[in-house]
């Protein structure tokens, strides 16, 4: 297990934020895990590919970083092939492996940023699939009662950018490995409208699983800021979901603004879309700005601390408040030891 003291973190979060830690200990296999001292979560940070993170102060204990890898096929029926994932593997690099191998359910999620163990902390979702549709268990070591365990799809609670993990039990669990329920044969979730749209401007009618990933990774390239030139976490915010009776009024004083039908008699708004409305698109304080591609990322033009960022957020959140009434919450973990 690599050990680094007092590292800096600036270069593990896509933010590109400053911040640095106590300790950072490299976590390379399960026995690892085994000789870890006890997790103090008023100090310590599990850390995997630093995509979905806002650090607004530095971590004054240890940072664990999760890199146990391995990706294998366990058990094939004709239809289903159950593969196991290490939480140190980078994600699109497994939905590749996948692909390769003729499996699908991974193709909607392709290029979402990130590590592997990450993925059932916010049931990371896109293009209208999210985790959940092919995830059968979570294997994590429990930090309160130093075991390892083992949690079906149902037991991780997953719901819209959420699970036991994030909200419920946030910090309790180190996940080592997740295993996934693919199909061999395959077939196609087109629901998200702009898909449809890709594949066919493609000339594609009846696509093949690798040919949706690349329509995915083509609209994931043209709609969002690549972190490689400008720090970002991805949505700031999250969509909100309201009462229909909350929603029905709002759409009929905003008839453009998209919605969807989200369970139970609930309806998912376009964060973006009021953000945009709210002319905060492109907006900058500093170096904390609205990306100019996408109004619901947040973007680091340069020196922004994580406080630069958290008070736009603040600002975006109050805007969009006083304009539809409508309270925006943050997707990214506000990683904050004050
Ligand atoms: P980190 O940011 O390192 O950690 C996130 C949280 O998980 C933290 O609370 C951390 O403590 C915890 N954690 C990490 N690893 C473990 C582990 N092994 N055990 C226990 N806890 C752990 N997300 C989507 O859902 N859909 C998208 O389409 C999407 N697009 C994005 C696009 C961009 C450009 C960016 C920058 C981000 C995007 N995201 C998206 C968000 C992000 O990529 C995902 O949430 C991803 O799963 C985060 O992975 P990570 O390894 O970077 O996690
Ligand atoms: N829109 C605007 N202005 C913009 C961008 C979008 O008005 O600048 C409107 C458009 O009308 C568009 C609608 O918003 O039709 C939805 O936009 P998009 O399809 O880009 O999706 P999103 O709702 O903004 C969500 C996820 C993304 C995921 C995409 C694709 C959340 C919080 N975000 O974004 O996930 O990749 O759908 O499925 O649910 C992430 O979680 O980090 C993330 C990037």
Request: hydrophobic share 40%.
């Amino acid at each position: 297990m690599k050990v680094i003291e007092r590292p800096s973190l600036a270069a593990l979060n896509t933010f590109g934020i400053s911040a640095s830690a106590g300790l950072l200990m490299e976590i390379e296999t399960e026995e690892d895990v085994l000789s870890l001292p006890s997790f103090r979560p008023d100090r310590d940070f599990i850390l995997g590919g630093g995509s979905n993170i806002l650090f607004l102060s530095d971590v004054p204990g240890v940072v664990y970083l999760n890199r146990i890898g391995g990706m294998e096929i366990l058990d094939e029926t004709p239809e289903y092939v159950l593969a196991e994932a290490g939480a140190g593997e980078n994600w699109h690099r497994l939905v590749r492996w996948t692909l390769k191998r003729g499996l699908s359910g991974l193709e909607n999620l392709s290029l979402i940023p990130g590590l592997t163990g990450a993925a059932p902390i916010q049931n990371i979702g896109a293009y209208g699939v999210e985790l959940s549709s092919v995830l059968q268990s979570v294997t994590a070591w429990d930090w309160e009662q130093a075991a390892w365990i083992t949690f079906s799809e149902k037991e991780c609670h997953f719901a819209y950018r959420d699970s036991r993990f994030k909200s419920a039990e946030p910090d309790r669990y180190l996940i080592t490995s997740i295993r996934l329920r693919l199909a061999r044969i395959f077939s196609p979730k087109l629901a998200y409208q702009g898909l449809i749209e890709e594949l066919s401007n493609h000339n594609i009618t009846e696509p093949t699983a690798t040919d949706v990933s690349e329509a995915v990774i083509r609209l994931r390239r043209r709609k969002l800021p690549d972190t490689a030139k400008i720090g970002n976490a991805g949505s700031f915010f999250k969509n909100p979901v309201i009462d229909r009776d909350e929603a029905d009024p709002l759409l009929l004083s905003h008839p453009d603004l998209p919605a969807w039908p989200d369970q139970g008699d609930r309806i998912k708004l376009s964060a973006a879309w009021m953000i945009e409305h709210c002319g905060l698109k492109g907006m900058r304080d500093g170096d904390a700005g609205v990306s100019d591609k996408h109004a619901l990322v947040l973007v680091n033009h340069g020196s922004a601390r994580g406080s630069d960022i958290a008070a736009l957020a603040h600002k975006v959140h109050t805007t969009v408040f006083e304009e539809f009434g409508i309270e925006l919450e943050p997707e990214p973990r506000l990683v904050d030891y004050r």
